[in-house]
């Protein structure tokens, strides 16, 4: 059974600065593994999508990188924004399902 | 292009009663996938339908059912309402294997 954890739980920086988020999974393997957001009361949006086969993914300031060997994701924010508060989750999919196992997240506050 | 729509927005009922809970994927989308969320479990998984088949399942009781219709919409059904089950639950709708889209769930309150 696939087990996500994500560390830190929380975590508050100013803004300005650049900072990982980490993820590790007990079952390495994986179809993929995304990162998502999830303001207060909202839905998820999905970040970065790495296929198990690749080694980091970049979208604008975000970066995620995928060692599936070591059961470890991390995912990198530069320049770090008031608008990057959120909770962030990770998920990787069972190989030839849709199946999503989520961590805990790390809720973000970026100070102003 | 409309993403995904969860419909209501918000529910309350008592314990004993049934729900259902709608969810209209993006158009094209022919998987839809269910979640609940709450703050003890988090996220975890209900089940999910691709061409109006279920193709994967989670663990949850059986209480806990759903269905997908021709046009890929697709309903979940709990019955017999237990005061655990208030919750968020999410759906969300992919291509197959592009990244999950989630819509911003139904909150169900059981009192």
């Known amino acids: 059974k696939q087990e996500v954890t994500q560390i830190p739980a929380a975590l508050s920086v100013p803004e300005g600065e650049n900072l990982v988020l980490n993820c590790s999974f007990t079952?390495?393997?994986?179809?993929?593994l995304q990162w998502f957001r999830q303001d207060p009361g909202k839905g998820l949006t999905s970040l970065l999508l790495i296929q198990s086969s690749q080694r980091e993914q970049t979208s604008g300031r975000l970066n995620a990188s995928l060692d599936k060997s070591s059961g470890r994701s991390t995912l990198y924010i530069a320049a770090s924004q008031p608008g990057d508060s959120a909770t962030y989750l990770c998920?990787?999919?069972?190989?030839?399902?849709?199946?999503?196992?989520f961590g805990t997240g790390t809720r973000l506050t970026i100070i102003p | 292009k409309a993403g995904v729509t969860q419909t209501p927005r918000y529910l309350i009922k008592t314990r004993g009663q049934q729900v259902t809970l709608s969810c209209s994927p993006i158009s094209g989308h022919r998987s839809v996938s269910w979640y609940q969320q709450t703050p003890g479990q988090g996220l975890q998984f209900l089940f999910e339908?691709?061409?109006?088949?279920?193709?994967n399942k989670g663990n949850f009781p059986g209480r806990f059912s759903g269905r997908q219709f021709s046009n890929s919409r697709s309903e979940m059904n709990v019955s017999t309402l237990e005061l655990g089950d208030s919750a968020l639950y999410l759906c969300a709708s992919s291509l197959g294997r592009s990244p999950l889209h989630f819509g911003n769930g139904t909150r169900l309150t059981v009192t």
């Open positions: 998920a990787p999919s069972d190989f030839g399902n849709e199946k999503l196992t």
């Open positions: 079952d390495s393997a994986i179809y993929n």
């Open positions: 339908y691709f061409s109006e088949t279920q193709r």
